[in-house]
């Protein structure tokens, strides 16, 4: 198949020339900086942060083995899923292709930006089959989107089929891997050095427990990383949060030990809720929530609301009827889950 990135973008995209801010002009070491109309005073809250957020993806460097020039910072994954499809589709013409069920922001970032969804319902157990998925291509799909572990199924897609449709399509293939630090060995990364159209999404929100400061990394080709730095906001991730991801980076063992926790918690909550009478199935799962379909989900939905508990209704998603999404919690907050539930039986 051959890729042109060059060819895929938007005419106006490949020929803007972008804004430069202040602090992206310059890069050597200075003592005065009266560039950027700062104020002196505030000491570091006063400047402007790195536009280019190089302390930060110095960090993230060996964490990821990836190099810096192939990763991008956003706020949130939430940003490079909107700037993607900004730079590659046009509106009114171009349409992006999606796995269903999934996460809902793809839709959200099409509809905002005019451009078509078209969906490709996974199979009845909720893997991939890649042949349906190229044959809703056409020939203005501009890009796919993958989403592994899958949300709100809770199931990595099989390598093999992300694969297959990495290597029979023109154009851009998203993987959404917001979820992947509970299941390293199913991400697709280590893949980015031979497909020139893999876009690899992930982020601090989940297994890092940093949700709050919004940090979300696109991995990519340079030539892919350098448009989405074009159009991005020239300080689009904040000092507060560039600090304090340099900071929490250094807790990757805690992560590690988290991560450790939370799957054997979900086990563990799988099988309880595998026993209550009114759970038709608790569906696998390799990410930090269970997906457990039951025979009145609005209704258990609703009674654990009044008992302060608050769980995901997905009941009204196609090929999810009947489901309800559950995080995995502490210990502590599973338990009380399983006692709330155990008052209905
Ligand atoms: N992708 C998926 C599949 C998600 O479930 C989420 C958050 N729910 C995101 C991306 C967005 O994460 P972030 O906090 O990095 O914007």
Redesign the pocket.
Known sequence: MTFDIQNLLRDNIRKLKPYSSARDEFSGEAAVFLDANENPFNAPYNRYPDPRQTELKNKIVPVKKVPAENIFL??????P?DLLIRAFCSPGKDNIVAIAP??G?YRVAADVNDVRVIESPLNADYTLSPKPVLDTVTPDTKMIFL?SP??PTGNALEKEAMLEILNNFNGLVIV?E??IDFCPEKSLLPELPEHPNLVV?Q????AWGM?GI???MAFASQEIIDVLNRIKYPYNINILTQLKAIELIELEKEKSDWVKILVSEREKLAEKLREFPFVVKVYPSDANFLLIKTHDPRGIYDYLVEEKIIVRDRSGVALCEGSLRISVGSEMENQRLIEALEALV
């Open positions: 956003g706020n949130g994954s939430d940003e899923i999934t996460y922001m989403c899958n949300n959404d917001a979820y999404l982020t601090f929100s989940k949700a919004r940090l979300g």
